[in-house]
Every structure is written in structure tokens, then in C-alpha cells.
């Protein structure tokens, strides 16, 4: 897939003159090892068939993580090859959770026909029914983690793991294979460029530097 | 002048072989071979540099590639010394060329002189070994100094009416102020605190060859892909191997040192990265391997003539783990903060780092600081408001709406050193190597969560004056998890309560030299790394004073 890497983009914008001159003058060396790593970046193409997901499976995972970050005006699971990202992981960093895929895909099959007789793929059902499906699966699981460690996932129960996995999907670093086109960070108001310059938000635009707390201040 | 980079043979006995590459072994072997000595450092993981460095946090954390691996090296935890300890992930800490000094967070206050003699004037805490430490803020103070130089810390001296004294400005200004430090600075002088710009172990400006920050914004948990932020990896690690006298050794996994017949070390025992054993042969060692690792490798080294371990006569060898206690609190704003830009923390307070016990009802303090320190998936996993959808339509608009307008308050607050909080060899659970894993036996203090839940309560306070729509803070839970590994081989003068003396020489081997958390008497208001480098630089001082008056076996001789 043909992209213009936005890291990239913004980078050679700087460059141009949207920042003073002194300002690059300081940071040029570190600006040039991060336009590095944007390249490196751009350079990670996404698998062109699936390695360890089957077609069906596949179907069911887009569909799952559809469900956990839907398509609306804006990018969702889809858009930004979370599936691709999920198979990429199924054969590296996450390859001992391939038995939870597989027993979860067949739970979340079975209970959709069991909830809605006639159904026998969870892609098959309407995104209602979907979400009820789901609901279900996730209640019956104990596990939950919000943890700030990844590491913690290891012993996540498939709805658990499948949501890290969509979310590491749509929002990680390109450079891992997923968040296809940025479409995540676009979601999440995330500027993709590897070098920023204060200001940076609306609450220091204005900021004056720092000054002592006035007496006045110290008063209250 | 750049020397070409020295390697020795493990059969040659250099001056020192140091154990670690972090924060004070990095400075350790800075200063060491600057001052004339031969240098090995064994480090435990892979020799990476910024070329290597990526923001794909999937990488980084999954594949633990900057951090001890939980799968190759299990570790366990129990509450307390009844329980058959369980296998879990238990501590975290850098497993590479600059340890974690390279992912860390980087903020850099120095101690105050209250931390160095706190038991003095708190009086006994029962249930615990609080005590005095063997040295002063005073004697720390041109340490501390030197760090900010040399290592490359940016701040502004005086900015805190709490400071404590200083002998030289910082030799930076602070780095750019974010949103949450104006947010936080604005709300917390209009309830009467005293905010001020964090000092940051990262470069403001070009120094030394690095090049300054540039609000990439994947900071904690990632190493710097320009070399701004002040790693040991960065700074000292790189100025050790220009000495030409200083090899720095990765995928050496030390797990023995050895003794001879004379009670005396006589070098350490690594596994290459092909699993063959080797002795390094040095006339003194020091260990500089985390509050974790240094215990556990002086409980590895076990002998006839040291059946409770090396260096272990106190019997403290492990105890007093310290790791802290924490408090996370969240705010949500009308307009976006865009946070994710930039280093993490840009404005702190210290007023509470003394609070008053009597009145309180609980001994401790702390300090505060507003912070963005969430990687786009770390802050989907943990940081959206109670009781948001965990996926789904409304679930991505609270991602959307969040994640530019989220900030956070960090409440940093103090541990007290429990005898029976530790590290230990867990009887049944080996490593990859097939050697006893590190046992956690740790249970906080009830004062310390007292403590930090007042300062939760504080930091909710700053969030509603700052005008933040949404707020919460996560419940204060028992810890089951230790970052700062701290106190667990104590500095004193007593042999019988303490593992080294002041000048980190272990009691009972007068060529074993331990300096790096584990030093630590008491364990601060967090931020612990600046303080682990001032005593690295002055145990440097100690043990090149020592070694050139002839007193470690006849090291005078190699220095020049």
C-alpha cells in the first residue's frame, strides 16, 4: 500500500520554516535520528496473506474487533488492519495465546446459536445480537485487568487478550504492523510526527513563564 | 581523545569488576576508570543504543525488550514470611546497557536533609527498622551537584522555597512547560502550594555531544531515541569507555561471586550469552545490580564460610525492601492538552514532603507532580473514567474525547522499612539458567497507606481547583508489585544492623562494595535515581581513596 508517511511529512515541514531557525539549529540531531525512525517506521508494510489465522477465522476476529472499536465517521478496527495486526501477533509476541483464540472463537460461535438459534458464526449475527453474544462471553469470564502492564495479559481470558490485541492494533506504533495509516492516532487526536515544539495545548499557549508565586498569593 | 575500546580476558585481574550498568554502576565505572583503574561491568542484558530504541510500545513491553522477562526470570510473591509464596510478575526493573536509567521517567529531585535523619527527629516507629542514616544531606550535597553536571539534569535552582540547600545552579533550564504543569501550577498556587518546574534528568538544551529533547513523547518505558534524556547509557556509560580503561560487557549473567580461602572476593561468576561460565578475576568487586539482584546474588553466593549468604552476617541481607507508595489521580479538561507531546512531568511541589505527624495522625510525606506518562495503548487499557464502556460505540468517543484532554497528578510518597518486607531465594521456582528465583515477601505499612491516601485526596483537590470536568483516582491497594527496589542492603555503621558501612564496603568482605538502591536507609519521597547516582559518585570518591591508600589489596599500584 502506497503511503505518504505523515511522521515523515511533518518532519520535512519543520524544515521548511514552520519552526525558527535556532530552534532547529538545536534539535537537529535529534531531529534526524527521529526522521530515522519514522522512515523505519513507513517502511513496515503490513502482511500481504494471513499467516496463522484461516480465512474463517479471520472473518470472525474483524468482525470481534469491529465490535470493540466499530467503523463510524471515523476509522475503527478495520480501517486500520486490526485483524492483520492480530495475525502478525498470533506468530510473535502473543504465539501462546493461539489455544485462547481458538477455544474463544468456538465459545463465541456456539453461544451465538445457542442465543439465537439458526445463527452458527458470531459474523453472522446482527451487530445487536453481536453485542449481546459478547456481553455474555465477557460475563462469563473473571479476569479483568486494567492494568498499565502489558505483561499482565499473560493469563488473560480470550475476551481480555482480544481486546488488548484490538486496542495494541488500532493505537501502537505503525512500525509494529498495525494502526494502518495512522487511523487510530487520527481517532485519538494523536499528531503522528516524532518531534514536537511547545506550545503544545491550549492551557500553555499563554503561559507567560514561570514567575514566583506573587505575595498576593502567598496570602491566600 | 576517544581510546580505542579496552577488552581484558576474564583470566585478568582488573582493579574492579562491577556488577550493573544502571545508575550507579554506570557512574561507578565512570568514575573508576577516570581515575586511573581497570574496569570490567558485567550487565546482564543486550548492549543496545538509540538506533535500537522504537516507539512501538507493543515491542517494547510485550517482548520486554528494555526490562527483566517475567517468563525467563519467574519471580514470586507472598504478603508475609506464613505464606507459600505464587508465582507472579513482581518487580520490574532495566535489563540492558544503562538498566533503567533508560526507560525511566526521569524526574530527578535530590533528597532532603529530613530524609537523612528522619528517625532522629520522628523518634521509633514500631513494627519497623527506621533509623538515621551513617551520612548527611552534606555529604551528599557536591554529589548531588556533580549528578546535575556531569549526568545532565535540567531545572531552576531556588524555585522551591523547600529545596534544600545547593552549591551550583542546574546547569540547564527547565525543559518547556506542558498544559497539565500550567493546569497544575495555577491550581495549586491558588490553594496556597508552592509548584515549581520539575528538575528532569533530560536535556533542555545541547550538551555534551546529546542532542536536547524533543517532546517525541514516548519517554517513560522507552529508551531516548536521540541520547536526551540522561541514561547511564547516555551520559557516564559512554564517558567510561572513552577512559580506553573501562569494558563494558553485555549478556554477562552474573550469578556467583567468588571467595577465596582469606574471606575475600576474588571476582564474579557470569554466564555468557551462550551459557558458558566464566570467572571474571578482579582484586575488588563491587555490585551494583538493583535493590532485587544484588541480595538475591549475594544469597546465590552462599559458602562454607558464608552459609547465610555473602556479605550476610546482620542477617539484613534482602530485608527492609522499601518500594515506595504511590497514587495515581485523573483529571479530564474542556480543552485539550495535547500531553502526549513532550517528556512527562513539568511541574511538581514539595509541601507536603514534611508532614506533620502529630497533627495527622501517621508519620510520611511526599511530593506531587502533573504528568502525562500513557502511550496511546496504555492509556486505552487504564486510563478512560470509571464506568466507561470497555468497548464499543461509546467506548471510542470516551478514546476520542480523552485522549488530548487527560492529564494526571502522581502523588510520590515515602515506604518504611519493614524487616519482614523482602527479597529472598524462592525454595522451588528456578530461572531459565536454573537458578532460585527472586521471592517477594512484602506488606505495606499501614501508616504508609494512610499516608498516601491523604495525599489522593489532596491531589483531587488540585484537579477540581484546576477546573477538571471529570476526576477519580484509582482505589489505594496493598502493593504486589515493586519499581523502586530499595533499602534491601542497608547503609550503616553498626555491622550487626546494617550491610555496608559508609563508605558501601560490605561489613564482612573488605573488598566487596555494594552501591545502588539496596544502599538506601530510608527511601525518600520517591525519585530515588539522582540520590543512587550521588552515592554512586561518592563511592567512587571512598573507594579510589581507599584503593590508592593501599587498603583494598594493593590497587595503588594500577592507579595513575
Same mark, same amino acid.
Given at each position: 500500500?502506497?503511503?505518504?508517511?505523515?511522521?515523515?511529512?511533518?518532519?520535512?515541514?519543520?524544515?521548511?520554516?514552520?519552526?525558527?531557525?535556532?530552534?532547529?539549529?538545536?534539535?537537529?540531531?535529534?531531529?534526524?535520528?527521529?526522521?530515522?525512525?519514522?522512515?523505519?517506521?513507513?517502511?513496515?508494510?503490513?502482511?500481504?496473506?494471513?499467516?496463522?489465522?484461516?480465512?474463517?477465522?479471520?472473518?470472525?476476529?474483524?468482525?470481534?474487533?469491529?465490535?470493540?472499536?466499530?467503523?463510524?465517521?471515523?476509522?475503527?478496527?478495520?480501517?486500520?488492519?486490526?485483524?492483520?495486526?492480530?495475525?502478525?501477533?498470533?506468530?510473535?509476541?502473543?504465539?501462546?495465546?493461539?489455544?485462547?483464540?481458538?477455544?474463544?472463537?468456538?465459545?463465541?460461535?456456539?453461544?451465538?446459536?445457542?442465543?439465537?438459534?439458526?445463527?452458527?458464526?458470531?459474523?453472522?449475527?446482527?451487530?445487536?445480537?453481536?453485542?449481546?453474544?459478547?456481553?455474555?462471553?465477557?460475563?462469563?469470564?473473571?479476569?479483568?485487568?486494567?492494568?498499565?502492564?502489558?505483561?499482565?495479559?499473560?493469563?488473560?481470558?480470550?475476551?481480555?487478550?482480544?481486546?488488548?490485541?484490538?486496542? =495494541?492494533?488500532?493505537?501502537?506504533? #505503525?512500525? *509494529?504492523?498495525?494502526?494502518? /495509516? @495512522?487511523? %487510530? $492516532?487520527?481517532?485519538?487526536?494523536?499528531?503522528? =510526527?516524532?518531534?514536537?515544539?511547545? #506550545?503544545? *495545548?491550549?492551557?500553555?499557549? /499563554? @503561559?507567560? %513563564? $514561570?514567575?514566583?508565586?506573587?505575595?498576593?498569593?502567598?496570602?491566600? | 581523545?576517544?581510546?580505542?575500546?579496552?577488552?581484558?580476558?576474564?583470566?585478568?585481574?582488573?582493579?574492579?569488576?562491577?556488577?550493573?550498568?544502571?545508575?550507579?554502576?554506570?557512574?561507578?565505572?565512570?568514575?573508576?576508570?577516570?581515575?586511573?583503574?581497570?574496569?570490567?561491568?558485567?550487565?546482564?542484558?543486550?548492549?543496545?543504543?538509540?538506533?535500537?530504541?522504537?516507539?512501538?510500545?507493543?515491542?517494547?513491553?510485550?517482548?520486554?525488550?528494555?526490562?527483566?522477562?517475567?517468563?525467563?526470570?519467574?519471580?514470586?510473591?507472598?504478603?508475609?514470611?506464613?505464606?507459600?509464596?505464587?508465582?507472579?510478575?513482581?518487580?520490574?526493573?532495566?535489563?540492558?546497557?544503562?538498566?533503567?536509567?533508560?526507560?525511566?521517567?526521569?524526574?530527578?529531585?535530590?533528597?532532603?536533609?529530613?530524609?537523612?535523619?528522619?528517625?532522629?527527629?520522628?523518634?521509633?516507629?514500631?513494627?519497623?527498622?527506621?533509623?538515621?542514616?551513617?551520612?548527611?544531606?552534606?555529604?551528599?550535597?557536591?554529589?548531588?551537584?556533580?549528578?546535575?553536571?556531569?549526568?545532565?539534569?535540567?531545572?531552576?535552582?531556588?524555585?522551591?522555597?523547600?529545596?534544600?540547600?545547593?552549591?551550583?545552579?542546574?546547569?540547564?533550564?527547565?525543559?518547556?512547560?506542558?498544559?497539565?504543569?500550567?493546569?497544575?501550577?495555577?491550581?495549586?498556587?491558588?490553594?496556597?502550594?508552592?509548584?515549581?518546574?520539575?528538575?528532569?534528568?533530560?536535556?533542555?538544551?545541547?550538551?555534551?555531544?546529546?542532542?536536547?529533547?524533543?517532546?517525541?513523547?514516548?519517554?517513560?518505558?522507552?529508551?531516548?531515541?536521540?541520547?536526551?534524556?540522561?541514561?547511564?547509557?547516555?551520559?557516564?556509560?559512554?564517558?567510561?569507555?572513552?577512559?580506553?580503561?573501562?569494558?563494558?560487557?553485555?549478556?554477562?549473567?552474573?550469578?556467583?561471586?567468588?571467595?577465596?580461602?582469606?574471606?575475600?572476593?576474588?571476582?564474579?561468576?557470569?554466564?555468557?550469552?551462550?551459557?558458558?561460565?566464566?570467572?571474571?578475576?578482579?582484586?575488588?568487586?563491587?555490585?551494583?545490580?538493583?535493590?532485587?539482584?544484588?541480595?538475591?546474588?549475594?544469597?546465590?553466593?552462599?559458602?562454607?564460610?558464608?552459609?547465610?549468604?555473602?556479605?550476610?552476617?546482620?542477617?539484613?541481607?534482602?530485608?527492609?525492601?522499601?518500594?515506595?507508595?504511590?497514587?495515581?489521580?485523573?483529571?479530564?479538561?474542556?480543552?485539550?492538552?495535547?500531553?502526549?507531546?513532550?517528556?512527562?512531568?513539568?511541574?511538581?511541589?514539595?509541601?507536603?514532603?514534611?508532614?506533620?505527624?502529630?497533627?495527622?495522625?501517621?508519620?510520611?510525606?511526599?511530593?506531587?507532580?502533573?504528568?502525562?506518562?500513557?502511550?496511546?495503548?496504555?492509556?486505552?487499557?487504564?486510563?478512560?473514567?470509571?464506568?466507561?464502556?470497555?468497548?464499543?460505540?461509546?467506548?471510542?468517543?470516551?478514546?476520542?474525547?480523552?485522549?488530548?484532554?487527560?492529564?494526571?497528578?502522581?502523588?510520590?510518597?515515602?515506604?518504611?522499612?519493614?524487616?519482614?518486607?523482602?527479597?529472598?531465594?524462592?525454595?522451588?521456582?528456578?530461572?531459565?539458567?536454573?537458578?532460585?528465583?527472586?521471592?517477594?515477601?512484602?506488606?505495606?505499612?499501614?501508616?504508609?497507606?494512610?499516608?498516601?491516601?491523604?495525599?489522593?485526596?489532596?491531589?483531587?483537590?488540585?484537579?477540581?481547583?484546576?477546573?477538571?470536568?471529570?476526576?477519580?483516582?484509582?482505589?489505594?491497594?496493598?502493593?504486589?508489585?515493586?519499581?523502586?527496589?530499595?533499602?534491601?542492603?542497608?547503609?550503616?555503621?553498626?555491622?550487626?544492623?546494617?550491610?555496608?558501612?559508609?563508605?558501601?564496603?560490605?561489613?564482612?568482605?573488605?573488598?566487596?562494595?555494594?552501591?545502588?538502591?539496596?544502599?538506601?536507609?530510608?527511601?525518600?519521597?520517591?525519585?530515588?535515581?539522582?540520590?543512587?547516582?550521588?552515592?554512586?559518585?561518592?563511592?567512587?570518591?571512598?573507594?579510589?581513596?581507599?584503593?590508592?591508600?593501599?587498603?583494598?589489596?594493593?590497587?595503588?599500584?594500577?592507579?595513575?
Amino acid at each position: 500500500m502506497a503511503t505518504v508517511n505523515p511522521a515523515r511529512r511533518d518532519f520535512l515541514l519543520h524544515i521548511g520554516g514552520a519552526a525558527g531557525a535556532a530552534w532547529i539549529t538545536a534539535q537537529w540531531p535529534g531531529m534526524l535520528a527521529a526522521a530515522q525512525h519514522a522512515h523505519a517506521a513507513a517502511s513496515a508494510n503490513p502482511p500481504a496473506a494471513f499467516e496463522v489465522l484461516s480465512p474463517e477465522q479471520a472473518i470472525e476476529i474483524e468482525a470481534i474487533s469491529s465490535l470493540i472499536i466499530p467503523t463510524d465517521e471515523l476509522p475503527g478496527a478495520r480501517e486500520a488492519g486490526v485483524v492483520y495486526f492480530i495475525d502478525r501477533a498470533l506468530k510473535t509476541f502473543a504465539a501462546e495465546a493461539k489455544p485462547v483464540y481458538e477455544h474463544g472463537l468456538a465459545d463465541l460461535n456456539r453461544m451465538a446459536g445457542e442465543m439465537f438459534p439458526g445463527i452458527v458464526r458470531f459474523s453472522a449475527a446482527t451487530p445487536e445480537q453481536q453485542e449481546k453474544v459478547f456481553t455474555k462471553l465477557e460475563e462469563s469470564q473473571s479476569r479483568h485487568s486494567s492494568g498499565r502492564r502489558m505483561a499482565s495479559m499473560l493469563n488473560a481470558d480470550f475476551p481480555e487478550m482480544i481486546r488488548f490485541h484490538a486496542l =495494541a492494533g488500532f493505537l501502537a506504533d #505503525p512500525e *509494529g504492523g498495525g494502526n494502518r /495509516d @495512522y487511523a %487510530g $492516532w487520527k481517532v485519538i487526536g494523536r499528531d503522528p =510526527a516524532h518531534s514536537f515544539s511547545p #506550545p503544545f *495545548g491550549f492551557y500553555d499557549k /499563554d @503561559y507567560p %513563564g $514561570w514567575q514566583p508565586a506573587s505575595a498576593e498569593t502567598e496570602s491566600k | 581523545m576517544t581510546q580505542a575500546k579496552v577488552t581484558y580476558q576474564p583470566s585478568d585481574e582488573v582493579d574492579f569488576v562491577i556488577i550493573g550498568s544502571g545508575a550507579a554502576g554506570g557512574v561507578l565505572a565512570k568514575e573508576l576508570s577516570t581515575n586511573g583503574f581497570r574496569v570490567v561491568v558485567l550487565e546482564q542484558g543486550p548492549y543496545l543504543t538509540e538506533a535500537d530504541f522504537t516507539h512501538d510500545e507493543i515491542e517494547i513491553f510485550t517482548k520486554h525488550r528494555l526490562t527483566n522477562d517475567p517468563k525467563r526470570q519467574p519471580t514470586t510473591f507472598r504478603q508475609t514470611e506464613q505464606e507459600k509464596a505464587v508465582q507472579q510478575p513482581s518487580l520490574l526493573y532495566g535489563r540492558c546497557v544503562g538498566g533503567s536509567s533508560v526507560h525511566f521517567t526521569a524526574n530527578f529531585w535530590r533528597f532532603h536533609e529530613i530524609d537523612f535523619i528522619e528517625r532522629s527527629k520522628v523518634g521509633e516507629i514500631p513494627g519497623t527498622g527506621f533509623a538515621d542514616w551513617p551520612i548527611t544531606y552534606a555529604d551528599l550535597e557536591p554529589y548531588y551537584t556533580k549528578v546535575e553536571w556531569e549526568v545532565g539534569v535540567s531545572g531552576l535552582a531556588g524555585a522551591s522555597p523547600f529545596d534544600p540547600p545547593r552549591s551550583k545552579p542546574y546547569p540547564m533550564p527547565p525543559l518547556p512547560v506542558k498544559s497539565s504543569g500550567v493546569l497544575f501550577e495555577r491550581a495549586a498556587r491558588k490553594l496556597g502550594y508552592h509548584p515549581f518546574p520539575a528538575p528532569m534528568a533530560i536535556l533542555s538544551q545541547p550538551r555534551a555531544g546529546r542532542s536536547a529533547c524533543v517532546n517525541c513523547g514516548f519517554c517513560l518505558g522507552f529508551g531516548c531515541e536521540v541520547g536526551a534524556k540522561s541514561s547511564s547509557l547516555a551520559s557516564v556509560i559512554r564517558m567510561a569507555e572513552r577512559t580506553g580503561r573501562c569494558e563494558i560487557r553485555p549478556n554477562c549473567y552474573v550469578h556467583r561471586i567468588e571467595t577465596g580461602k582469606n574471606g575475600r572476593a576474588t571476582g564474579a561468576v557470569y554466564f555468557d550469552a551462550q551459557r558458558n561460565a566464566h570467572l571474571q578475576k578482579a582484586k575488588a568487586v563491587i555490585v551494583c545490580a538493583n535493590g532485587a539482584e544484588t541480595p538475591r546474588l549475594l544469597l546465590l553466593s552462599a559458602s562454607n564460610a558464608f552459609p547465610n549468604g555473602l556479605a550476610n552476617s546482620s542477617g539484613l541481607v534482602g530485608k527492609y525492601l522499601m518500594p515506595n507508595t504511590g497514587a495515581i489521580a485523573y483529571g479530564v479538561f474542556d480543552e485539550p492538552l495535547n500531553d502526549y507531546k513532550g517528556y512527562a512531568v513539568s511541574r511538581i511541589f514539595h509541601d507536603f514532603y514534611e508532614l506533620d505527624a502529630k497533627k495527622l495522625g501517621f508519620y510520611g510525606g511526599g511530593g506531587l507532580d502533573a504528568r502525562f506518562d500513557l502511550t496511546p495503548v496504555g492509556f486505552a487499557m487504564s486510563a478512560l473514567p470509571p464506568g466507561t464502556p470497555r468497548w464499543g460505540k461509546e467506548f471510542k468517543k470516551a478514546l476520542q474525547q480523552n485522549f488530548t484532554r487527560t492529564m494526571e497528578i502522581f502523588c510520590h510518597a515515602t515506604s518504611l522499612p519493614v524487616a519482614t518486607n523482602s527479597f529472598s531465594l524462592d525454595p522451588d521456582v528456578k530461572d531459565a539458567w536454573g537458578l532460585p528465583a527472586l521471592r517477594m515477601t512484602f506488606k505495606d505499612h499501614p501508616n504508609d497507606l494512610k499516608m498516601v491516601s491523604w495525599m489522593a485526596d489532596r491531589a483531587m483537590e488540585i484537579l477540581d481547583a484546576a477546573g477538571a470536568k471529570t476526576k477519580w483516582h484509582p482505589p489505594i491497594t496493598e502493593q504486589r508489585f515493586a519499581v523502586h527496589l530499595l533499602g534491601t542492603c542497608r547503609m550503616g555503621n553498626d555491622a550487626k544492623s546494617s550491610v555496608i558501612n559508609p563508605d558501601h564496603r560490605t561489613h564482612d568482605v573488605p573488598n566487596l562494595f555494594l552501591c545502588d538502591g539496596s544502599s538506601l536507609v530510608t527511601s525518600g519521597r520517591g525519585q530515588p535515581t539522582m540520590t543512587i547516582e550521588a552515592l554512586a559518585y561518592r563511592a567512587a570518591d571512598r573507594i579510589t581513596a581507599l584503593a590508592k591508600r593501599g587498603e583494598i589489596a594493593g590497587q595503588a599500584n594500577h592507579a595513575t
